[in-house]
T-cell receptor, first 111, second 109 residues
Framework: DAGVTQTPRHEVAEKGQTIILKCEPV?????LFWYRQTKIQGLELLSY????????DGGAFKDRFKAEMLNSSFSTLKIQPTEPKDSAVYLC?????????FGPGTRLTVL | GQQVQQSPTSLVLQEGENAELQCNFS?????MQWFYQRPGGSLISVFY???GTKQSGRLTSTTVIKERRSSLHISSSQITDSGTYLC???????????FGQGTSLSVVP
C-alpha cells in the first residue's frame, strides 16, 4: 500500500504569493490532518477532516490558510498571501482509526 | 486544554547504553502514539500504544492510563537511534492528536 504522499517536497515563494500544497492520504483512511512544524513552535494542527468534512480549522491559521478536501483521496492546503513567517515544514497525515501516518512533508521557504 | 509533557528535553548516550523517555498527559487519553523523526525528515510511527506494553526489537513502550503517562525504553542504543522522539495523545472520539515537544536523542561512539 502506498503511504501518504505530498507534493511538492520543496517550495520557495516570494512574499505575497499564493502557494498550494497537495496531499494524498493512505487509501481508505477517513481522517486527514494538516500540520505545520517549526523548531520554535513544534507541531501545530492547521486542519482536520473526517470523511471529507472539516472538523477543525486551527483557529489562529484561519485568515490566510485554507485546506480543502474535494474527494477522499486528495487534499490541498492554500496559503494566500504568503509571509516570511510561514516558512516551515508542512506535514500531512491520515488515519483509519486513531493511529496516524505521516507524509514526507513540504519544506516551504518564503523570501 | 490537553497538554503533553516530555522528558528529558535532550539526551546524550554512549553507544550501547539504555534510555528511558517519558511522556506525561494532563487528561485521560484514549489513544497514544510514539514517533521518531530524523533531522529534516518526517514522522515515523514507532508505536501506537494506548495501554499496556508493546515491544519491537530494542524498543519497548509502556502506557499506564491511570497514571497518565507513557514511556519509551531504548535498549543497547545505536548511533542510528539518534533523532527526535515525539509522543502524542488523543483524548476525544476522533483521531486528533496533541503532541509533546519531543526528546532529542544523540548517541555517540
Amino acid at each position: 500500500d502506498a503511504g501518504v504522499t505530498q507534493t511538492p517536497r520543496h517550495e520557495v515563494a516570494e512574499k505575497g504569493q499564493t502557494i498550494i500544497l497537495k496531499c494524498e492520504p493512505v487509501s481508505g483512511h477517513n481522517d486527514l490532518f494538516w500540520y505545520r512544524q517549526t523548531k520554535i513552535q513544534g507541531l501545530e494542527l492547521l486542519s482536520y477532516f473526517r470523511s471529507k468534512s472539516l472538523m477543525e480549522d486551527g483557529g489562529a491559521f484561519k485568515d490566510r490558510f485554507k485546506a480543502e478536501m474535494l474527494n477522499s483521496s486528495f487534499s490541498t492546503l492554500k496559503i494566500q498571501p504568503t509571509e516570511p513567517k510561514d516558512s516551515a515544514v508542512y506535514l500531512c497525515a491520515s488515519s483509519d482509526n486513531y493511529e496516524q501516518y505521516f507524509g514526507p512533508g513540504t519544506r516551504l521557504t518564503v523570501l | 486544554g490537553q497538554q503533553v509533557q516530555q522528558s528529558p528535553t535532550s539526551l546524550v548516550l554512549q553507544e550501547g547504553e539504555n534510555a528511558e523517555l517519558q511522556c506525561n498527559f494532563s487528561t485521560s487519553l484514549n489513544s497514544m502514539q510514539w514517533f521518531y523523526q530524523r533531522p529534516g525528515g518526517s514522522l515515523i510511527s514507532v508505536f501506537y500504544n494506548p495501554s499496556g506494553t508493546k515491544q519491537s526489537g530494542r524498543l519497548t513502550s509502556t502506557t499506564v492510563i491511570k497514571e497518565r503517562r507513557s514511556s519509551l525504553h531504548i535498549s543497547s542504543s545505536q548511533i542510528t537511534d539518534s533523532g527526535t522522539y515525539l509522543c502524542a495523545m488523543g483524548a476525544s472520539s476522533f483521531s486528533k492528536l496533541v503532541f509533546g515537544q519531543g526528546t532529542s536523542l544523540s548517541v555517540v561512539p
